[in-house]
Structures are given as structure tokens and as C-alpha cells.
T-cell receptor, first 112, second 118 residues
């Protein structure tokens, strides 16, 4: 059983719409949660981190964390074609020496 | 802030040769560096974790004698692929976590090194 699960997609959204990505994790001691964006052929880049239950907003991105339900989500508002990429959810259990457990990623396609 | 560089960005080598990849944290001190490998259309695979001044900790199935990791300073880690073979061709990516504030557990990734072994 995968420890961090994401829908592989592709998630197709029209330009200007909201893209909603979900991620569930199995380890209840997980403390830190991250969303990375990875363009094809490039390395991951950090979008945002979230540590506490609730919402965290950064520009067009909002991360939502619910530790009781063990899920973390990412909303992309006003989606742009440049947002087309694979979005990786990553979880850090701290007890694992800061190692991240990655989900398989969700591919997002924003159509003009 | 939190910039990680890698060199070279791509390398082509002959089978049997060794290749060294450098990973540098440019604007912070990296207490821990991680090395990943990614094959086309696959997820990141953690190869090893290195702490400055200590031996690297390798993930299960990763040959420590083939993938030599040195983390000699707080800003530099190197990965040497020894006696490379075509099956070692992959995208190698490093990441680093720093000291202080939120960067202590946030991994910042380098741009990656694409290795092709002929």
C-alpha cells in the first residue's frame, strides 16, 4: 500500500478555472506537508509547505490540511497554461530524518 | 533564497567510466542533502541521505560502492557514479535542507543532472 496517494490524472481544466488536487497519506505521525511542481524534464520546485490544519494561501495557490482525515489538497485559482505540470505531494514524518515520502504526482493540463 | 545548484546539467560518458556530480547550496548552509534518481515518466526515487561530515545513508537496493556520496562541507555534496553502465542513465537530482526556520525540513531541489551512458 502506497504511503502517499495521488490521482495520477491527467486533470484537465480550462484556462481561468480552479484546479483541485488531492493527496492522502497513511502515516498518522506525519508533521510536514509539501506541494511541489515538476515540469517535464525538470526538477521539482517548491510551491508551498503546510504544517497546521486549515488553509494556507500563497498567491493563486491554497493548500488545505486535515490531519484527522489524513489528507492535504492544493487549489490553483485562475489556472494558466503555464500551470500545466505534474504536482507532487510530499510528506515528512520527522521521525524519518527529514526524508520525504512522495506521492506519484497528478498531471495537470490547463487548456486555453 | 534557498537556491541549490548542480553541475553538470548534463553529461554523456562511455560505459565503464566514472562521473562526478556536484550539488551546492548557494545561499544557505545545508545540514542534510539528498540524492534522487528519476527515470522517464516515473516518480522520484531517493537514493541516499547525507549529512555534513558523516557517511551517507543509502536506501535499500542502492549500491553504496557504485554511488559514492561525499558531503564534505555545509554547501557541497558530490555523487560519483563509478563504472557507469547504460542502465545508470537517468536524471539525478539533489536536494538540501538547511538550518534555522522553516528550511530545516523543507527540501529545496537542484536543477538536476541528466546522465547518458553510451
Amino acid at each position: 500500500q502506497k504511503e502517499v496517494e495521488q490521482n495520477s490524472g491527467p486533470l484537465s481544466v480550462p484556462e481561468g478555472a480552479i484546479a483541485s488536487l488531492n493527496c492522502t497519506y497513511s502515516d498518522r505521525v506525519s508533521q510536514s506537508f509539501f506541494w511541489y511542481r515538476q515540469y517535464s524534464g525538470k526538477s521539482p520546485e517548491l510551491i508551498m509547505s503546510i504544517y497546521s490544519n486549515g488553509d494556507k494561501e500563497d498567491g493563486r495557490f491554497t493548500a488545505q490540511l486535515n490531519k484527522a482525515s489524513q489528507y492535504v489538497s492544493l487549489l490553483i485559482r485562475d489556472s494558466q497554461p503555464s500551470d500545466s505540470a505534474t504536482y507532487l505531494c510530499a510528506v515528512n514524518a520527522w521521525t524519518a530524518g527529514n526524508k520525504l515520502t512522495f506521492g506519484g504526482g497528478t498531471r495537470v493540463l490547463v487548456k486555453p | 533564497g534557498a537556491v541549490v545548484s548542480q553541475h553538470p546539467s548534463w553529461v554523456i560518458c562511455k560505459s565503464g567510466t566514472s562521473v562526478k556530480i556536484e550539488c551546492r547550496s548557494l545561499d544557505f548552509q545545508a545540514t542534510t542533502m539528498f540524492w534522487y534518481r528519476q527515470f522517464p515518466k516515473q516518480s522520484l526515487m531517493l537514493m541516499a541521505t547525507s549529512n555534513e561530515g558523516s557517511k551517507a545513508t543509502y536506501e535499500q537496493g542502492v549500491e553504496k560502492d557504485k554511488f559514492l556520496i561525499n558531503h564534505a562541507s555545509l554547501t557541497l555534496s558530490t555523487l560519483t557514479v563509478t563504472s557507469a553502465h547504460p542502465e545508470d542513465s537517468s536524471f539525478y537530482i539533489c536536494s538540501a535542507t538547511g538550518m534555522g526556520g522553516s528550511s530545516t525540513d523543507t527540501q529545496y531541489f537542484g536543477p538536476g543532472t541528466r546522465l547518458t551512458v553510451l
